[in-house]
C-alpha cells in the first residue's frame, strides 16, 4: 500500500470496508449498535448509511497505514493538506506552558502525533500491541517527527508530566474506556453513559498545560489537521465535569464528520459495570436473532 498512490490505497481501503458490510461481522454489528446509541435521531435508513461509511473509512485509515508509518516523514508530512489552530497551539508553547492534545479515534490519529511532535518536544506513552514483532516498526515510526516514546509504567507517566511541565507537548486518546474501575468514571458520551479514562484530565492538573482537542481529518489526497481549544470545565476540579466537558467535545469535534470515527469500537461499555451491557445480544450468533433491514439490500425474490 505505501507505494501506491494514497488515492488508489484508500480505493482499495473502501474496498475491503464493503467486503466487511457484507460479511455482516462483528466489526458491523458493533457499529450498527454504535450510531444507534449516538444518533437516536436517524432513520434506520440513515444509521445504515453511516454504518457502511464508517467501514469505509476504517477500511482507507488501515490502508494508509503504509505511507503514514513505513514512508520517510517528509513524504508524509507533504500530505498535510492544511493545519487550522496551529497558532494557538504555538502561542502557549511560546509562554513556558506545556500543551496536552486530546486527540480521539477520528480520523487519522497516527498523522495527528506525527505532526503534534513537529511543534515541540514531545513525549507521548507506549503501549507495545499484543503482535510483539510489530512494537519495534510501530515505535520507530511514532517517533521519526521527532518525539520521544516512553512505556505506559509510573516511570514512563512520569517523565511525560516532566516534559509537560517544563514546556513540552503530549497527546492523549481520550476515547477509551478505562481497564480498571478506578480508571475513570461513568460519564455521558453522545446521550449515553459509558466508562471514560481519566488519564487526560489528570495530566492536565498535574502538569498546568494547556489542553486542545486535536484531529487529521482524511481530505483529498491527504490530511487536514485540526486544533481546537479544549473547553473551560474540562479544567473542572470536579473530575466528573471535566470528562463530561471532554467527552462532549470530542462529539463536537466529530460533527461533520462521523463517519470518520471508529465506531467499530465498544465505546459504550461502563467501567464500572453498571449492570447494562449495549453489545450482549451481539455475542449471540447473527442468525439466532432478528437483524433489521439494510436499504441497499434488494426487494426478496418471489
Known amino acids: ?147 520521544l516514546l516512553v512505556p505506559t509504567t509510573p516511570r514512563g507517566i512520569a517523565s511525560l508530566v516532566k516534559s509537560v511541565k517544563a514546556g513540552g507537548i503530549s497527546g492523549v486518546l481520550p476515547d477509551q474506556v478505562p481497564d480498571a474501575p478506578t480508571g475513570g468514571l461513568n460519564v455521558p458520551f453522545m446521550g449515553v453513559e459509558c466508562g471514560t479514562a481519566a488519564l487526560g484530565c489528570n495530566l492536565i492538573h498535574r502538569t498546568g498545560a494547556t489542553a486542545f482537542m486535536g484531529a487529521a481529518f482524511r481530505s483529498k489526497g491527504g490530511f487536514d489537521v485540526v486544533y481546537l481549544p479544549a473547553p473551560e470545565a474540562l479544567y473542572s476540579d470536579d473530575l466528573e465535569v471535566a470528562l463530561t466537558a471532554m467527552n462532549d467535545a470530542v462529539a463536537l469535534l466529530l460533527a461533520g464528520r462521523e463517519a470518520q470515527y471508529q465506531w467499530q469500537y465498544k465505546r459504550f461499555r461502563t467501567q464500572p459495570n453498571n449492570g447494562l451491557d449495549h453489545y450482549q445480544d451481539l455475542k449471540v450468533a447473527r442468525s439466532q436473532f432478528q437483524r433489521r433491514p439494510s436499504f441497499v439490500e434488494q426487494e426478496p425474490r418471489a
Do not use: C
Not at 488501515?62 to 514512508?71: C, I, K, N, P, Y
Open 1 to 147: 500500500m505505501a507505494r501506491l498512490p494514497i488515492a488508489w490505497a484508500r480505493a482499495m481501503g473502501r474496498l475491503l470496508g464493503r467486503v466487511s458490510y457484507r460479511l455482516d461481522g462483528r466489526s458491523r454489528r458493533v457499529a450498527e449498535r454504535n450510531i444507534a446509541l449516538a444518533f437516536p435521531e436517524m432513520d434506520e435508513v440513515q444509521q445504515d448509511r453511516l454504518v457502511r461509511e464508517t467501514l469505509q473509512e476504517t477500511g482507507s485509515l488501515a490502508a494508509e497505514m503504509g505511507h503514514v508509518w513505513l514512508r520517510p516523514w517528509s513524504r508524509t508530512a507533504a500530505l498535510i493538506n492544511r493545519v487550522e489552530g496551529e497558532g494557538a497551539v504555538n502561542d502557549a508553547l511560546s509562554q513556558g506552558r506545556g500543551v496536552i492534545v486530546l486527540g480521539p479515534h477520528l480520523g487519522n490519529w497516527e498523522v495527528l502525533g506525527l505532526h503534534l511532535a513537529t511543534l515541540g518536544e514531545m513525549v507521548a506513552l507506549f503501549e507495545p500491541p499484543k503482535l510483539a514483532s510489530l512494537g519495534p516498526m510501530i515505535q520507530r515510526a511514532r517517533e521519526r517527527s521527532g518525539g
